[in-house]
């Protein structure tokens, strides 16, 4: 790794950059919780004075779009160079059950490799990784190849509700050919991957009324509709005996996985038994013909969360309900279309719900889906950098989940690209967070060698 630009920086700097990081992991950042707004307030300002120590210019918390968001800008590349914006995160995850953390949260400590503490892998150690790759790089070279801007939100973790007015609001200062996420994860240390898509979502609340209140089973039941029955025939109609699901034109817009993504989709190494153990599941469902990795990723779905109807508490209670509901979400992949899909689901029950019964449809926000192009050269330059430091290029994997990705690609009208060095064990989310050092180290390596790349792209044809 002698050869790699910022490999000299990383040998000096190592020890205080640790340290750096842990003294950001101490700040309890919840963004979920009123009580910890002020440690947001807290982290966004530490974060502040690592983009500003770093060599970054118009370093600016910013509030009233939500918790607060840090931006801070490089822009001396010239404007024929390309301009990027490096997005992430500063807030962080509850921490309940505390009783299942190994050591205090907040506390980060180095143990076998691995600095363990919450908001060590997601997100603080991979934004400060694509902070330090530029400071080392303005204080090897004096300059970036690129013109850069740092987007670093404090409220990821709640789903972050104020990214549209954030964006809307700063839409001159993000300007960009494109976006580099570092908040993902790789399949191993040894089997480097890149996102290139996650998937999108619709939900709904569906509720059903057939009476004005519950009524004597024995005295109405038999002649009054059930909205039991009628609830269980609509969640049981949603998918056909192949496990797909029967709403009109619904795969219509699917995107076929391209010939470089089904490659790399077959060679990803996937224990199918580990998983299902790590689900707790004996058995595997979904839509026929497609592969465990496809139907949590490439694929789109209808689950029904949630359903309430009638008695369900001890013994018996012989009535006909009045009422009852059922929570249904659409998981979407490119180029489903969320309206649409809410649209046909609309239909979908309003030709079922026969005359008489009150139906009352409520849609609970939207998430297009996001894809990067595999073929982009974007990603290519990406995969560059990724092999320049881990000896083999990434594979691509898709990412069930939805998050703030698909605004910023969309609402900045750029491709997202993704350079994330977590791993399937990191325990994101969950007790005992841990971020393993070694990818710490490769991200920055990395990161020093990405703008390089991305430099060297087509940007405006
Ligand atoms: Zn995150």
Known sequence: MADLRLAPYLDAERDRILSTLCDW???????SAPEH?????????????????????HVEVIDGHGAPAVVGDWRHAGPDAPTFVVYGHHDVQPVDPLGLWTAPPFEPEVVDGELRGRGTVDDKGQILFEIEAVRGLLGAEGRLPVNLVFLVEGEEEVGSPSMPSLLAAEAERLRCDAVVVSDTTMLAPDLPS?????RGLVAFDLAVRTASSDLHSGLFGGAVPNPAHLLARLVAGLHDDEGRVTLPGFYDRVRPLTEAEAASLAAVPFDEAAWMRSA???RLEGEAGRSTL??????PTAEVTG?????????????????????????????????????????????????GVEVTLTGHGAVAPALTPVGHPGVAALGRAVERVWGRPPLFTREGGSGPEEALGRLLGAPVLFLGVGLPDDRFHAPNERLVLDQLWRGLLAAGELWHELAAVEWRT
């Open 25 to 31: 992991v101490r700040i309890p950042s919840i963004s």
């Open 37 to 57: 707004a002020a440690d947001v307030r807290r982290s966004a300002d530490f974060c502040a004075g690592l983009l500003t120590d770093a060599g970054l210019e």
């Open 194 to 198: 890149t996102c290139v898509g996650m």
């Open 280 to 282: 707790g599941v004996r």
């Open 294 to 299: 496809e139907r949590i990723g490439t694929r």
């Open 307 to 355: 359903i309430g109807v009638g008695y369900t508490g001890e013994g018996i209670k012989t009535i006909v309900p009045a009422g009852g509901r059922a929570k249904v979400t659409f998981r979407l992949v490119a180029d489903q279309d969320p309206d649409e899909v809410a649209a046909s689901f609309r239909r979908w029950v309003e030709e079922r719900v026969p005359e």
